[in-house]
T-cell receptor, first 113, second 115 residues
């Protein structure tokens, strides 16, 4: 079984400041890692994913996450946030041989002007 | 390609009733998964269907059931509704690439309120 812990339930930041959303996971088998974003009254949108290869993965809107196997972490970062980044962010894992996503509790990112 | 669609978007039911939610996956996607999202429990996996067969099931009571049709569209049913079933029900589809590296794409969800 896997588990995911998102270490911060709420992260308030000012516009143009850097941000890090932390995610740790636990699994006895190999996993794939994902970050999803959810805007109010909407479903989940895939932000980025780590499947294999380079441990640093990037999204098209400036977010990046680094897979750290030794620390079992997959923290999400952005060097300069915008008001429009305000949303809830979910870290998720999936066994490489499975189909079920296991989610963390979510982190509400609020970007203030 | 059109994304995952879910109908209805909002639903209000009373305790004891039953409800059916529908999900149409992205064209070409053969796997459909369902998740329940609540403020208290977060996002929890309900079940997954592929080729009209349930491949995986989460830890939910038998009141929660689903099915998949030959065109990959899926429905989930909840019988004898309870107040605690109020939630956002999310459907996700994936192409099911060999090796499990496929990504799940989510629909907008159905907001179920049980009164």
């Amino acid at each position: 079984a896997q588990s995911v812990t998102q270490l911060d339930s709420q992260v308030p930041v000012f516009e143009e400041a850097p941000v890090e959303l932390r995610c740790n996971y636990s699994s006895s088998v190999s996993v794939y890692l994902f970050w999803y974003v959810q805007y109010p009254n909407q479903g989940l949108q895939l932000l980025l994913k780590y499947l294999s290869g380079s441990t640093l993965v990037e999204s098209i809107n400036g977010f990046e996450a680094e897979f750290n196997k030794s620390q079992t972490s997959f923290h999400l970062r952005k060097p300069s946030v915008h008001i429009s980044d305000t949303a809830e962010y979910f870290c998720a894992v999936k066994e490489t041989s499975g189909s079920r996503l296991t989610f963390g509790e979510g982190t509400q990112l609020t970007v203030n002007p | 390609k059109a994304g995952v669609t879910q109908t209805p978007r909002y639903l209000i039911k009373t305790r004891g009733q039953q409800v059916t939610l529908s999900c149409s996956p992205i064209s070409g996607h053969r796997s459909v998964s369902w998740y329940q999202q609540t403020p208290g429990q977060g996002l929890q996996f309900l079940f997954e269907y592929f080729s009209e067969t349930q491949r995986n099931k989460g830890n939910f009571p038998g009141r929660f059931s689903g099915r998949q049709f030959s065109n990959s569209r899926s429905e989930m049913n909840v019988s004898t509704l309870e107040l605690g079933d109020s939630a956002l029900y999310l459907c996700a589809s994936s192409p099911l690439i060999a090796g499990g590296s496929d990504t799940q794409y989510f629909g907008p969800g159905t907001r179920l309120t049980v009164l």
